[in-house]
């Protein structure tokens, strides 16, 4: 079995050394892995980390852009860079947990050809050094290994967490070029490209493995999309996953009906959250209300699980935030530990 693991990057030489210190610590496994890094142009150490790796021993394909082209056509450029049956798409601040590889072989062993998979992860705190807790959305909500069949089933059971986290995806990589081809990608270059190409790689007759095991470990706080403008990263999210969603699902399907309530009330009500609670300008919210009331006005659990949020005063969700950790929080992860 042949595996892509590809790796779009940009300035994360740190990351990128754990990352790969991971892959080199794998064991117990035979797959043939392929480690595919296409490197947005960066300015740090990026090419000096890979030549440490290439020099000890490890196989890795690296192409440096002459220029930054953004990550949407980097995701699509890593793909391109890539020859084998199936790419696992990761992110370049993330890392494997031990046994990944081995759990995968044996997942491929007892599943042939399904068109993708979807893989738990665990969070970590920024620099890696504690287990974070996190009610986890973006992995796949199976308690147990899972087959889903068709398009809309996939959809549904995976949900915007599981197409938009990158690193728990395994998809073949013949859906994928071929979703690519088969329509203009340019319109849909705001951050969550994936998501579109995955969704047209999907028909009724795809299979999508969901599995629980925790393969992944991802960082909190170190959000590549992050910029000046406050309201960037949450555009990103209020447009990305409708239209995406829309344009492939169709917006007369329950499952984008469905879906953009899960997007409304897990990822847009933590932008409105973390924005109360950073005190978020004026102008963030007169950008972030009439956007989110554009596209989720529809969504009843919008108006009572979300919108509330921009409306309560900040003293009074801080006062929220502390009982909730000091309560009910601590006693999750107790019992999560």
Known sequence: MRISLCIPTYNRAPQLWELLNSVVHQTGHALAVEIVISDNASTDDTTAVINDFTQAGLSIIY???PEN???DRNMLKVVTLASSDYCWLFGSDDILEDGAFARIEQLFAHHKEPTG???GSN??????????YLNDHISTDFPTETMLHGRDNIVAGIGPWGMGYISSIIIRRQAWNAAVESSPV???FNGYIQIYVLARALDDQSTWICIPDRLVGWRSGNDGAVTSNE?????????????AFGDTLGRDNPVYW?????VATFYIKMHFLNAKISGASLRYWKQAIPMSIRYYWKIPAFWTNTFTIAIIPRHAILLMRFLYRSTIKDAHKKISF
């Open 258 to 262: 469905e879906t953009m309530r899960k």
């Open 186 to 188: 340019e319109q849909y």
């Open 63 to 65: 192409k440096r852009l």
């Open 123 to 132: 969070g970590y705190s920024t620099d890696l050094s504690s287990r974070i």
């Open 69 to 71: 082209i953004g990550f």
């Open 117 to 119: 998979v979807s893989i």
């Open 231 to 243: 309201f960037d990263r949450t555009r990103i999210d209020l447009v990305g996953f409708e239209q």
